[in-house]
Every structure is written in structure tokens, then in C-alpha cells.
């Protein structure tokens, strides 16, 4: 077998592990989901869960990842046995579907950089008639497949490439320059007209509309804290798998989890503010909101057509590093299992992922459809069998796994098992069932509905 790769330079897995956390999630997704959610109200419990369970989960996976130095199926088979490795093939089908979604996605910003290199965002928008229709015509039909090809092959050329020479190289530049660009997008936003009332709807929370609605928070927030921390489908365990030394896994988890969280709360102070000053109702939620807020608002101020090809181009760079991680925890599998060639596992794999992901480019129900399985219950699921493995199977090694580059964890140790083992495991068991019964209602209703008037 040939020598297992590992990263080049320290900071190569951090940049790495950030560089999968960033990206649509925290720019596309977490604004809609929270307008959703009523704002703060869907803030304060998503910040409670990316704490108290993203955190130890994210431990979880890199003490799996950095003892087996395997993908996520082998690492399974290896520590729980053979019923395991089903687990971890469910991993690798999470990143399918993901994926497929996320390519489409990313073609949507590809094309609203276009739009911005054909001239200002008041000119497009005059083009269009107006966002809404802008959106309508550009997210689906030819033009989103052709962009939907495009990051894919992009995507496939980077991880056939390898570690080393894709991956570390890519994200080293992309992460400082996001942090960079939203800083400024933030600083802008907030000399909007009317801002004020964009931060009092994503920042001033009503307990008592968490406590009526927490049935619906609950399942919103689980799902957008694994997915905006690429967890619950082994992206964490491989990039972990690749750790050729023993290094303190808790400061880089804090480290990751605060570029993450931090970008997602900006991309928030972003949206918000300019959603009202462009006179948005902020609770109009929806994946194309961002998109119709942006062009708005970069219509409509001074200088909003740089700011706009800025913004636009970035998130692109952000969700390139987030598709890679996804790529290679599919790529890493079929090397690592059935010893395929690098190169010849990306194309392969890639090429499947992005024909499940052409319907989206036909009709965004295919987008719900897809999404809210991945979201609602993939990644849910996969992180609470990952909790099970290790909070009662397997926790011995997990402790000992994540003393290494510490020291003696102490009580802390046992601690982190225990929150493992009984509150975390009950909280993702209670949102995995809401999640569930949401997903149903979306088969047996909206879905039901496009196929009836579809087919
Ligand atoms: N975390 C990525 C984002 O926020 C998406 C992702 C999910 C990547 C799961 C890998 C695994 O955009």
C-alpha cells in the first residue's frame, strides 16, 4: 500500500477543516433558515446547539478520524465492527446528495458574478424586470445546468489533484479573504437607511416565541449547525484521518467552530440590514432570498456594483473549499476501499453527484427534496450513530485519543462522554423525529402536489 498522505503544514488542517465549514451554508443557507425561524429566536437556540452538541460532536469525529487514519467507512468498520460499515456507507451517500444541491447552488452565485461582469446590478435588474424575476430565470434551465457543470468539474479537478496540492493550496487564500470581504460588507451595512430594524429582528430574541415554536427551532437548528459544521457525514473524520501528528484537537475544534459561527453571525449582519433598508419584509424566507436582497441592495446604493461582484465572487470561493471536503470524504472511500486511483474515484464519483444533481437545475423542488432529506435526517442521523459509537461503544479510546497532544484530560474527559452519552443523545433523538414527521409532510404534501401537477 502506498504511503497514506498527510497534510503539509501545520496549518493546512485548519485551513482545511474551515475551509469545509465555510460556504454556502453560512451565506445561502443560514440567512433563510433564520429569517425562517423568526431571527433570533432561531439565533439563540442555534448558537446554544452549536455549542453545547456541535462542539463535543465535532471532537467526536476527529478522535475517529486521527486514531483510525481512515474514510469514514473503513474508520467505522475498524472501531464498532462489520454492522458499522453500513453506517459509514450512509456517510458517503449523505455526500452524494449534499453535493449534487450544493453544485447548483454554487452556480447560482457563479452566475450573479456574471451577471455583475456584464454590467452594474441596476442595469441586470432593469434587464429582468425586477429580482424576483432575475431569480426565477437564472436558477433554473440551460444556463444553471451549464453552471451546475462547470463547479463540478472545477470541484473534480482540485480533489483529483490530491491533498497536498489541491486542497491546502486552495483554502490557504480563500478563508482570510472571506473573513476580510464580510467584515467590510458588515461595516457597509450598517450606514444603510433603515438597518435598525434588520438587527432587531436577527437580534433581539423573544423567549417566549422560542419556547411556542421550539418544535419547529429545534429540528431547523440541528440540522443547520451540522450542516454549516460539515458534520454528521465523515468530511471532519477524514480530514482528521489525514492528522499525521498528535495536536491538541480541542483548541482546533474551537478555532473552526469560531471562523464558522463567526462568518455565519456576519453573513447575518450582512443580510439583514440591507433586507430592510431595501424595504424586505425579513421574515420572507425562501433559498432565493439572498440572492433577491443582494441584487436589491447592490442596485441600489453607490458602489454596489463592485460590492456585488465582491460578494458574489467570494461566496463562490467559499463554497469551492466546502465541495471539495465533500468530494474527497467520497473520493477518500472508494481509494482507501477498493483501491481505485485517486483521479480516476474523483471523476467517477463526481460524475455521479453531479447527475443527481441536474433535476435541481430543472425544478427547485428537486432542491426541497433533496435538502430537506440531507438536512432534516442524514446528517441528524449520522451524528447521533456517531454518538452512540463512541459515547457507549467505544469510549475508551475516544478519551484516550483526545489526551494526546493535551495531557491528562482529568475529569473533562469523562465529562465529555457523559454529555455524549445521555443529553446529547436524547436532544438529536427529539429532533431527528421532528425533522422526520417535517420531511413526511413535505412528501405527502408540497411533493405530492409538483407530481400531480407535474406528471
Ligand atoms: N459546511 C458546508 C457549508 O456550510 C457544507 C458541508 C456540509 C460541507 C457537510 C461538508 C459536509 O457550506
Redesign the pocket.
Known amino acids: 500500500m502506498v504511503q497514506r498522505e498527510t497534510w503539509a503544514t501545520r496549518t493546512g488542517f485548519i485551513l482545511a477543516a474551515v475551509g469545509?465549514?465555510?460556504?454556502?451554508?453560512?451565506?445561502?443557507?443560514?440567512p433563510f433558515i433564520a429569517a425562517d425561524g423568526g431571527g433570533a429566536a432561531f439565533l439563540v437556540v442555534y448558537l446554544l446547539f452549536v455549542a453545547f452538541i456541535g462542539f463535543p460532536a465535532i471532537l467526536v469525529e476527529f478522535v475517529v478520524g486521527r486514531r483510525t487514519e481512515r474514510n469514514p467507512v473503513g474508520a467505522l468498520l475498524e472501531l464498532g465492527g462489520d454492522v458499522w460499515k453500513y453506517v459509514g456507507g450512509l456517510f458517503i451517500v449523505?455526500?452524494f446528495v449534499?453535493?449534487s444541491y450544493?453544485s447548483v447552488i454554487a452556480g447560482w452565485f457563479i452566475r450573479y458574478f456574471l451577471e455583475g461582469l456584464r454590467g452594474s446590478y441596476v442595469g441586470r435588474l432593469a434587464a429582468y424586470g425586477e429580482a424576483g424575476a432575475m431569480f426565477g430565470e437564472v436558477s433554473t434551465g440551460l444556463d444553471a445546468l451549464v453552471l451546475h457543470t462547470l463547479f463540478m468539474a472545477v470541484t473534480i479537478g482540485v480533489v483529483a489533484l490530491g491533498i497536498r496540492r489541491g486542497i491546502e493550496f486552495a483554502t490557504k487564500a480563500m478563508v482570510p479573504s472571506i473573513v476580510l470581504l464580510l467584515v467590510g460588507l458588515a461595516v457597509w451595512a450598517s450606514t444603510l437607511p433603515n438597518a435598525g430594524a434588520g438587527y432587531e429582528y436577527y437580534l433581539s430574541p423573544d423567549f417566549g416565541v422560542i419556547l411556542e415554536n421550539w418544535q419547529e427551532l429545534l429540528p431547523a437548528a440541528a440540522g443547520q449547525a451540522?450542516?454549516?459544521?460539515?458534520?454528521?457525514?465523515?468530511?471532519m473524520i477524514t480530514y482528521a484521518s489525514y492528522l499525521g501528528e498528535d495536536r491538541n484537537l480541542t483548541r482546533d475544534a474551537a478555532t473552526i467552530i469560531g471562523f464558522?459561527t463567526g462568518i455565519?453571525i456576519l453573513t447575518g449582519l450582512v443580510v439583514f440590514p440591507v433586507i430592510t433598508s431595501a424595504g424586505i419584509e425579513p421574515a420572507a424566507p425562501g433559498p432565493n432570498v439572498i440572492f433577491i436582497s443582494m441584487t436589491e441592495a447592490f442596485a441600489n446604493v453607490t458602489g454596489g456594483h463592485l460590492l456585488g461582484l465582491v460578494f458574489f465572487g467570494t461566496v463562490v470561493i467559499?463554497?469551492l473549499s466546502?465541495?471539495i471536503?465533500?468530494l474527497e470524504?467520497v473520493t477518500a472511500y472508494v481509494i482507501d476501499e477498493k483501491g481505485v486511483e485517486r483521479w480516476k474515484a474523483a471523476i467517477g464519483m463526481g460524475g455521479v453527484v453531479y447527475l443527481l444533481g441536474v433535476p435541481v437545475t430543472y425544478d427547485l423542488v428537486f432542491l426541497s427534496l433533496l435538502d430537506g432529506f440531507?438536512d432534516g435526517i442524514l446528517?441528524v442521523f449520522g451524528a447521533l450513530v456517531l454518538m452512540l459509537l463512541v459515547g457507549w461503544i467505544t469510549p475508551k479510546f475516544a478519551v484516550e485519543e483526545l489526551s494526546k497532544g493535551i495531557g491528562d484530560l482529568g475529569s473533562i474527559g469523562q465529562a465529555w462522554i457523559w454529555a455524549i452519552r445521555v443529553p446529547i443523545i436524547i436532544v438529536l433523538v427529539v429532533s431527528l423525529y421532528l425533522g422526520v414527521v417535517e420531511y413526511v409532510e413535505f412528501l405527502t404534501g408540497d411533493f405530492t402536489a409538483w407530481i400531480e401537477a407535474n406528471l
Do not use: E, K, P, Q
Open positions: 469545509s465549514a465555510v460556504g454556502l451554508g453560512n451565506i445561502w443557507r443560514f449523505t455526500g449534499i453535493l450544493y451540522f450542516f454549516t459544521l460539515s458534520l454528521g457525514m465523515g468530511v464558522d455565519a467559499a463554497a466546502s465541495a471536503s465533500l470524504v440531507a446528517l
